[in-house]
């Protein structure tokens, strides 16, 4: 089993920025994959970015390239999301998850949830 907390979600305006954190907790961390998904009221869950075991292969959503960045130190055993250039279409809540090894960019492919944590971008 693996526990995941996310942390870091809150109010911004447009064009700021957020680092969003998931920390892990259970069975080795640096053996899992990492994603973060996001739910818009009223949207379905959709895919964010995506890091593998090692920190060696990211992908990231249309959406979001070049403005977000994900990162893990498995050190600590926590992920990260950091967002900028934030537009109010990017207010969700936002999920992190976790997979065995390789990278998944479909929430089916992701064993292990956070509760999420909400972020807000106000125009």
């Known amino acids: 089993q693996v526990q995941l907390v996310e942390s870091g979600g809150g109010l911004v305006q447009a064009g700021g920025s957020l680092r969003l954190s998931c920390a892990a907790s259970?069975?080795?961390?640096?053996?899992?994959?990492m994603g973060w998904f996001r739910q818009a009221p009223g949207k379905e869950r959709e895919f964010v970015a995506a890091?593998?075991?090692?920190?060696?292969?990211?992908i990231y959503a249309d959406a979001v390239k070049g403005r977000f960045t994900i990162s893990r130190d498995n050190a600590k055993s926590t992920g990260y999301l950091q967002m900028n250039s934030l537009k109010p279409v990017d207010t969700a809540v936002y999920y992190c998850?976790?997979?065995?090894?390789?990278?998944?960019?479909?929430?089916?492919?992701?064993?292990?949830w956070g509760q999420g944590t909400q972020a807000t971008v106000s125009s």
């Open positions: 998850a976790a997979r065995p090894i390789s990278i998944g960019t479909t929430s089916y492919e992701y064993v292990y």
């Open positions: 259970g069975r080795t961390f640096s053996s899992y994959a």
């Open positions: 890091i593998n075991w090692s920190g060696a292969n990211t």
